[in-house]
């Protein structure tokens, strides 16, 4: 029981890392700005549900995709983490792509739920782990992550005024830096594996 609390945890922490649902707070609340709490809801559901569906999708099939392309285990975390570590690194340096047209608030929850919340290292990070855990880990740690990112994402607005963008910007710097670390730890893992 305990190693399966500790495979949870370490899966929602990884999946919760690659969503940084913070980095979403400020271009979400400029894009629902003015909308009614109900609006600002229903975008925040459709982001989750977009990210959601994606990650279900990659987590249930990803054995038929290994198999179609040929791909091992080993190679798929070696790949995977260096792509990680340097989403880890833009987040740590503050490098990002923000999508142009933030005027549309309708379009707010497709944006946000990809490729914000739910792009490359999302899919791969989903895919890594059931490799490592099977199925059932992965899926209730993106439960658990797409609910706490509604959370963060509804509230969005109250958690700028509270702590503003530059307190916010350091917890998705700390994140970006979780990010490559568990990025290496594949890395080695996938190498070992290889050799």
């Given at each position: ?74 190679s798929f975390e ?9 989403l880890g690194m ?34 791969t990070t989903v ?69």
């Amino acid at each position: 029981m305990e190693e399966f609390i500790a495979s949870l945890l370490y899966s929602f922490g990884a999946i919760f890392i690659i969503l940084d649902p913070l980095l979403s707070v400020p271009i979400f609340a400029e894009m629902t700005k003015g909308r009614t709490d109900e609006e600002i809801n229903h975008q925040a559901f459709i982001a989750v549900a977009v990210a959601g569906v994606l990650m279900y999708i990659f987590l249930f099939f990803n054995f038929l995709i290994f198999d179609t392309l040929k791909i091992t285990i080993a190679s798929f975390e070696v790949a995977g983490g260096v792509l990680l570590f340097i989403l880890g690194m833009q987040e740590s340096l503050g490098i990002h792509i923000h999508p142009e047209d933030k005027g549309q608030a309708n379009a707010a929850g497709v944006v946000i739920g990809t490729p914000l919340l739910c792009g490359p290292g999302t899919i791969t990070t989903v895919l890594l782990l059931s490799s490592q855990f099977g199925v059932l880990i992965p899926a209730l740690a993106i439960a658990f992550s797409l609910v706490a990112t509604w959370l963060i994402l509804r509230l969005s607005s109250l958690i700028l005024r509270v702590f503003g963008d530059i307190v916010i910007g350091v917890f998705a710097r700390m994140l970006g830096m979780l990010l490559a670390a568990i990025a290496v730890t594949l890395i080695a893992r996938g190498v070992v594996s290889l050799v």
